[in-house]
């Protein structure tokens, strides 16, 4: 898959319009679902877009010496980051914030995405990478910049969050119902 998504994009960096709209089809959802854990699900749409902008306005660089699917997360990365500095400096007022607490329940899905919302942010990053996107740890190292072992523990850690917070929830249930 990764070489032709590569394949995809040195096609579209020489201007072939069909491996640009190949490119972006056998990304975008992966794409999707890793902004959505980055950053929050109501802005996924919005990177994701300004992803491709930044992808497609760097691709001419692009040398193709690491996957593109990489290249792409790492770019996502760095915009998910400019736009989590960009909220923290910009608070929402109180006429459009949304309440966080009034999160819809649809499920285990949405659990699970609160879950891994509330790791931290290098956690976060390795775990979705990896547990939920697929890459390999190497992969993952590539995009976040860092050592493979510094991903493998930030991986451990997020499970071992994910398991404590999982057991903290079953647990007081089982109090509240005594």
Same mark, same amino acid.
């Given at each position: 898959m990764d070489d032709e998504i590569t394949h995809y994009a040195v096609r579209a960096a020489d201007g072939d319009r069909h491996a640009a709209e190949r490119f972006v @089809?056998?990304?975008? $959802?992966?794409?999707h679902r890793l902004l959505t854990y980055?950053?929050?699900? =109501?802005s996924a749409e919005d990177l994701v877009q300004e992803t /491709?902008?930044?992808? %497609?306005?760097?691709?001419? =660089? /692009?040398? $193709?010496?690491?996957?593109? #699917?990489?290249?792409?997360? &790492?770019?996502?990365?760095?915009?998910? @980051?400019d736009h989590l500095r960009a909220r923290k400096r910009r608070p929402l007022t109180s006429a459009t914030a949304?309440?966080?607490?009034? &999160?819809?329940?649809? =499920?285990?899905?949405? @659990?699970?995405? &609160?879950?891994v919302? $509330?790791?931290?942010?290098?956690? #976060?990053?390795? %775990?979705?990478?990896?547990?939920v996107l697929g890459l390999s740890y190497a992969e993952a190292a590539d995009?976040? =910049?860092c050592a493979v072992g510094t991903i493998r523990s930030r991986v451990f850690r997020a499970?071992?969050?994910?398991?404590?917070?999982v057991g903290g929830e079953e647990g007081e249930a089982v109090s509240s119902t005594r």
């Open positions: @089809a056998t990304t975008r $959802g992966p794409l980055l950053s929050d699900p =109501g /491709y902008l930044r992808a %497609f306005g760097s691709l001419r =660089g /692009y040398e $193709g010496r690491s996957p593109a #699917r990489t290249w792409l997360f &790492a770019i996502a990365r760095n915009v998910a @980051a949304v309440p966080e607490a009034a &999160a819809p329940d649809h =499920g285990r899905l949405v @659990a699970l995405h &609160a879950l919302a $509330g790791l931290d942010a290098e956690r #976060r990053e390795a %775990f979705v990478l990896t547990q995009v976040c =910049g499970r071992d969050d994910l398991t404590r917070a």
